[in-house]
């Protein structure tokens, strides 16, 4: 394959662009090498500028659960924009979503539309603040919620109580109200609470782990939050960003048959277009502006073109009974091929997956938490990565990244994926 002009183009955008990208992951640091620019995507293929097509296992990191160029989709936001694109006053279409949102989501009375899964992340944690009228939260290690300062904390050296900024410009004021926790060890939560008596706000979580690899919540483990929560007045927020309206209609909360008090989403709730959103029960969520005194506003917040992307998304997602199913029969079939052909190569590796998400790590101890997901081998990763592009196959460009599934990927195209895997995982 030929990076060409990707490679022109890189060099063009890094002059007007730190590291030429808007988010960082895409700028190939962990696997080194240019990023690939794209020209367009359709089902489940991606076009490059140097006329490559690549099968997608990141769909947007997440959105595109239905394919690219989802014809609904596409048709509901051109049809919305000979409208107008943006008023500033409500609309219609806003009440719209927000009921479906709130028919497929147990648990949940309201809803609001925010512009990012960081944003409706920061949202959440302000509201349950306001609502309990405490400081601290506590967020687990590996997990991802958007890049607002709060989040962006490390394990602090010795002492676990207290994390420390991760990025420069979080100040260790805001660091010192995030606790951190080690994912899938509630008996680390319980010596925070502990420690912390009548403090604690919220605990944010990933319910099913998606920013170190994939990794399921172990068996008990959010039961075990949720009463822990239940006891000391703490709010469980679900950061549902990736497992919302992915892992089932009702995402994990439905799956785990746990009930979160505050449910953040993004990625498949816009459709691939930028949205967020974070919903609760009444009680809670009557405390926002301008109900009640939290305050949480946005300009573009509830655009039409984006609401009729997620209200065309979600529909299809509602109607059809098998597409959770489906996915889930199509990941496993590929891990099944996955597991194959690397034991048959004789590769180290673990696989983690649930439902539609699913990752590959290059160690052979299960991997549970952040520090294990550490543990892969990271050579072999960048050979994987750029040995599945020459082949035609796109993965993220990062080992802590869980790959994404879609409902256009063909078991044609699960079978070229798995043929391209073989091939490249004899050379590891
Ligand atoms: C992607 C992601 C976010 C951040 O969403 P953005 O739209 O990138 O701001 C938050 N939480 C989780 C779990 C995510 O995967």
């Not at 097509?53 to 990191?61: K, V």
């Not at 992915?246 to 459709?271: C, M, P, S, T, W």
């Not at 967020?276 to 300009?299: D, S």
């Not at 009729?308 to 099944?336: C, H, I, P, W």
């Amino acid at each position: 394959m030929l990076y060409q002009r990707s490679s022109q183009l890189f060099a063009e955008a890094e002059k007007v662009i730190p590291g030429g990208v808007n988010s960082p992951v895409r700028a190939f640091k962990a696997v080194g090498g240019t990023p690939i620019f794209v020209k367009s995507a359709q089902g489940a293929y991606l076009y490059d500028e140097d006329g490559n097509r690549l099968i997608d296992y990141i769909n947007s990191w997440g959105p595109m659960i239905l394919g690219h160029a989802y014809e609904p989709v596409v048709n509901a936001i051109t049809e919305k924009a000979k409208l107008g694109t943006s008023f500033g006053m409500p609309t219609e279409l806003e009440t719209q979503i927000a009921a479906l949102a709130i028919s497929m989501v147990p648990g949940i009375d309201k809803i609001r539309f925010v512009n990012s899964g960081t944003e409706a992340c920061m949202s959440a944690v302000r509201l349950a603040r306001g609502f309990t009228k405490r400081d601290k939260i506590i967020k687990f290690a590996g997990c991802y919620h958007g890049h607002s300062d709060s989040f962006l904390i490390q394990a602090g050296s010795g002492a676990i109580t207290f994390g420390t900024p991760n990025s420069p410009g979080v100040t260790a004021g805001t660091a010192k109200d995030t606790l951190l926790a080690a994912y899938n060890d509630l008996g680390n939560i319980h010596d925070l609470i502990a420690a912390n008596p009548n403090e604690i706000a919220a605990i944010i979580i990933e319910p099913v782990a998606g920013n170190m690899g994939c990794i399921p919540p172990a068996e008990g483990f959010l039961q075990g939050l949720r009463d822990l929560c239940d006891a000391n007045g703490i709010l469980l927020i679900f950061d549902e960003v990736m497992t919302g309206f992915r892992l089932a209609r009702g995402g994990a909360q439905e799956l785990y048959n746990i009930k979160a008090d505050i449910v953040a989403f993004g990625k498949v709730i816009g459709g691939g277009l930028p949205v967020g959103a974070f919903a609760a029960r009444a009680e809670i969520m009557n405390h926002l502006a301008p109900l009640g005194p939290v305050y949480q506003a946005g300009t573009l917040s509830g655009n039409p073109l984006a609401m009729a992307a997620g209200l065309a998304m979600l529909q299809k997602l509602n109607e059809d009974e098998s597409v959770f199913k489906r996915l889930e029969e199509k990941t496993a079939y590929l891990e099944a091929g996955i597991r194959n052909v690397l034991s048959e190569n004789g590769v180290v590796y673990t696989i983690n997956r649930v439902g539609s998400m699913i990752s590959v790590h290059f160690d052979e101890g299960a991997v549970t938490d952040f520090k294990s997901a550490g543990k892969g081998d990271n050579e072999s990763f960048r050979k994987f990565f750029h040995g599945l592009v020459a082949e035609g196959v796109y993965i993220a460009p990062s080992a802590y990244e869980t790959w994404f599934i879609s409902d256009a990927l063909t078991y044609e195209d699960l079978d070229f994926t798995i043929a391209a895997i073989d091939k490249v995982s004899k050379s590891l």
